[in-house]
C-alpha cells in the first residue's frame, strides 16, 4: 500500500482552522475502514467519542435511508475523479432522535498508485436552518394560504408529471373543474370571513372525499380541481368520487354562528380521451363546467359526449331503480334444481327481475352493480328474502314440507348482517321459514374477504339450519382451498366446468376430481348452466348431485313456479 504523501501543511493546523470555522471534521482511512471524527463534528448531532465508534458505517447508518443512495452516488463520482470536490447535501439522526440537515464537504487527499482512494477529508456544515427557510419557501410558493391546499403551480407540476406517468403505464387521468354555486351570497350576507371560512371547510370537505393519491388545489376564488391519478375501469368510479362531492358540499356549513348553503358544478375531463396535454384537459373541464352552471348549476358533465350520455342513462336507471320498490317493479323468478336420480324438485334457485315500465323485463346483470354501489341492494335484498319467504311458504304447504331456495348475497349485505347472524335467522323464522328453508349461495370472492369471514358467522348459520353454498366454483380463479371454508354445506359448479363437457375428456377428469374432493368434504354437489343431454349423461356419471339449467328446467315467474311442479312431478 503506497505511504500517504506529506501534507503541505501540519495536519493538526487545518483541521483546527475547520473547527474553527463551525464545521465538523471527519477524517476516513478508507481502505482501513476507520473514520476518524472531530468534537466539532460530534457536537453538531450531540454525540460523544463513545457514542460514535470510528466506524464510517457508524455515521452511515446514521443518514437518513431516502438521502443514501445520492450520497452514494455523489462520492463514487468522486472517487472516480469525475468530481473535483466531494458535495452531498443529507440529513442525519442526532443522539435526541431529531434529524439535522448538513452539506458534506470532502477530498480525497491520498490515493495508491493505480489510483484507488486511501484517504479522503472533509466537513459537515449544520445547514438546518436554510433547508427549513427554503422548505418553507417552497410551501408559500406552492400552497394555497387560505386553505393550505396545493396552489395552482403545484398542481401544474403535479399534472405534468401525472400525464408523463400516465402515457407511459396506459393509464387514464380524471381533471375535474370545481366551482361553487351562488358564493358570492355567501360574503354578501355574511361577510367576506364567513366566505373564507366556508372555502376552508370546502376544502376539508373535498379532500376527504379523494384518496391520497388523488390531489385537490385551489386555483383561487371559489374555484377547486380534483385530480383523479390512475383511474381504473369503469367511469363509473370517477362518477362516484363526483356524486360525492356534490353531496358533501350540498350539506350546510356552519360558519361560526351562521348558517350557510351553497353547492358545486363539476365539469370532468379524462386522459387521453378527451385531451392528451394538461392545456386541453382544463379546457375541457372547464368547458364542461360551464355547461352544469349553464343548465342550472349543481351536479357534473362529462367533456365527452359518449361518457356524458352513459353517466346520464346511469343515474337515471339510478333514479328508476330507487323508485322501483315503491312501484313494486321488482319479481322474483325461480330456476328449479333437479336431483340426479330424478327425484322431485326440491330446490329452485331465486333470480332477480325488474320489471323495467320501458325496458322491459331486466336481469340483475343490468342493474345489480348499481343497486350494490348506492347501498339499494339492503332494501331490495330484504325486499327478494321476504317475498322469496311468502312464496317458500306456500309452496312448503301445497307441493312438498322439503322444499327450499336459495338466494344470491352480496357483500354489502353480508356486511349489513356481521355479527348479527342470530338477528338475521330471527327474521327468517318471523317471516315463517325454517333455517332448512334456506341457501344463501356466496361467491367465492366473499369467503376469501379476510374482513368478511370474521363476519360470516357461517357455523352459526349452520346450527340454524341454514345451508350455505359456494357459487360458481371452478372458474378460471377459484382455489381449491375455499372447499375446506367451515360452514359449506353446498357448492355449484361454475358453467365453465359444464360447457363443451364430454366422456372421457380431461375435462370430465378434472371436473370428477373436483367432484370427489367436494365430496370428501361432506359438500352437496350442483352442476349450473346445464346445456344439453349429453352433459347430463356424463355429469350423472361423475356422480354430481343436482342439476340446474336452461335445457333442463328454464327460470319462471313466481307464481308460475307451482304449475311447474306439478306438471314435472315424477309418477308416482
Ligand atoms: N371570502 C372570499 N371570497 C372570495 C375569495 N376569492 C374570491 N372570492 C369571491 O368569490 C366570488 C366568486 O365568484 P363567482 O364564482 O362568479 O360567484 P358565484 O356566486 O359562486 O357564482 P356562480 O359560480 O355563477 O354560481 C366572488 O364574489 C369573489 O369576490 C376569497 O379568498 N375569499
Not at 312501484?327 to 330424478?342: M, S
Not at 348506492?374 to 306456500?394: E, K, N, P, T
Amino acid at each position: 500500500m503506497a505511504k500517504d504523501p506529506p501534507l503541505i501543511i501540519g495536519e493538526e493546523t487545518w483541521k483546527l482552522a475547520l473547527e474553527a470555522s463551525g464545521d465538523g471534521v471527519w477524517d476516513w482511512h478508507i481502505q482501513e475502514g476507520v473514520e476518524h471524527f472531530s468534537p466539532g463534528f460530534l457536537s453538531i448531532y450531540g454525540y460523544t467519542l463513545e457514542d460514535l465508534a470510528a466506524d464510517p458505517d457508524a455515521i452511515d447508518a446514521l443518514t437518513h435511508p431516502d438521502d443514501r443512495e445520492q450520497m452514494a452516488r455523489d462520492r463514487q463520482a468522486h472517487f472516480e475523479g469525475r468530481t473535483a470536490v466531494y458535495r452531498n447535501e443529507h440529513r442525519v439522526r442526532c443522539k435526541d432522535g431529531s434529524l439535522k440537515w448538513v452539506l458534506t464537504r470532502g477530498m480525497v487527499i491520498a490515493r495508491s498508485a493505480d489510483g484507488r482512494p486511501l484517504r479522503m477529508v472533509g466537513t459537515h456544515t449544520d445547514i438546518t436552518s436554510r433547508k427549513l427557510v427554503e422548505a418553507q419557501t417552497w410551501r408559500q410558493a406552492h400552497h394555497d394560504a387560505l386553505t393550505d391546499l396545493p396552489n395552482r403551480r403545484l398542481l401544474t407540476e403535479r399534472l405534468s408529471t401525472e400525464i408523463k406517468h400516465a402515457r407511459r403505464d396506459g393509464h387514464q387521468l380524471a381533471l375535474m373543474a370545481l366551482d361553487l354555486d351562488r358564493f358570492k351570497a355567501v360574503n354578501d350576507q355574511w361577510g367576506h370571513d364567513a366566505g373564507d371560512e366556508l372555502l376552508r371547510q370546502a376544502a376539508q370537505r373535498i379532500a376527504a372525499c379523494i384518496r391520497e393519491v388523488d390531489m385537490v388545489a385551489r386555483l383561487g376564488g371559489d374555484e377547486f380541481i380534483v385530480l383523479l391519478t390512475d383511474v381504473q375501469g369503469e367511469p363509473s368510479c370517477i362518477e362516484r368520487v363526483a356524486s360525492a362531492l356534490v353531496a358533501r358540499l350540498d350539506e350546510v356549513f356552519t360558519l361560526g354562528g351562521h348558517k350557510a348553503s351553497v353547492s358545486a358544478s363539476i365539469g370532468i375531463a379524462l386522459f387521453p380521451t378527451d385531451a392528451h396535454d394538461a392545456r386541453g384537459l382544463f379546457k375541457r373541464a372547464d368547458q364542461a363546467l360551464y355547461a352544469v352552471k349553464r343548465a342550472g348549476r349543481r351536479g357534473y358533465r362529462f367533456a365527452g359526449d359518449a361518457l356524458q350520455d352513459a353517466a346520464q342513462a346511469r343515474s337515471r336507471l339510478g333514479q328508476e331503480l330507487r323508485q322501483a320498490l315503491d312501484r313494486e317493479e321488482f319479481r322474483v323468478h325461480v330456476q328449479p334444481v333437479l336431483p340426479i336420480d330424478a327425484g322431485p324438485c326440491l330446490h329452485a334457485e331465486v333470480l332477480l327481475r325488474w320489471q323495467h315500465p320501458v325496458l322491459g323485463l331486466l336481469g340483475p346483470g343490468s342493474f345489480l352493480a348499481l343497486a350494490e354501489s348506492s347501498g339499494l341492494i339492503r332494501d331490495i335484498g330484504s325486499w327478494v328474502l321476504r317475498d322469496s319467504a311468502r312464496w317458500l311458504r306456500q309452496w312448503r304447504e301445497t307441493l312438498h314440507p322439503d322444499l327450499s331456495l336459495s338466494l344470491n348475497i352480496s357483500g354489502v349485505q353480508l356486511r349489513e348482517w356481521s355479527g348479527k347472524v342470530t338477528d338475521w335467522t330471527a327474521h327468517l323464522h318471523q317471516l315463517g321459514v325454517p333455517g332448512s328453508g334456506v341457501v344463501l349461495d356466496l361467491r367465492e370472492s366473499l369467503l376469501r374477504d379476510t374482513h368478511l369471514r370474521g363476519l360470516l358467522q357461517l357455523p352459526a348459520l349452520r346450527a340454524a339450519g341454514v345451508g350455505v353454498a359456494l357459487d360458481d366454483f371452478g372458474n378460471a380463479d377459484s382455489r381449491l382451498d375455499s372447499l375446506r371454508h367451515p360452514g359449506l354445506s353446498q357448492v355449484k359448479l361454475a358453467r365453465e366446468l359444464i360447457v363443451g363437457l364430454k366422456p372421457h375428456s380431461r375435462e370430465a377428469a378434472w371436473l370428477s376430481a373436483l367432484v370427489q374432493l367436494a365430496r370428501s368434504q361432506g359438500l352437496r354437489t350442483i352442476a349450473k348452466g346445464v346445456e344439453s343431454a349429453a352433459q347430463v349423461q356424463v355429469l350423472s356419471r361423475l356422480g354430481v348431485d343436482a342439476l340446474q339449467g336452461q335445457h333442463l328446467a328454464a327460470a319462471v315467474p313466481a307464481a308460475d313456479f307451482s304449475d311447474w311442479w306439478q306438471a314435472h312431478r315424477p309418477a308416482p
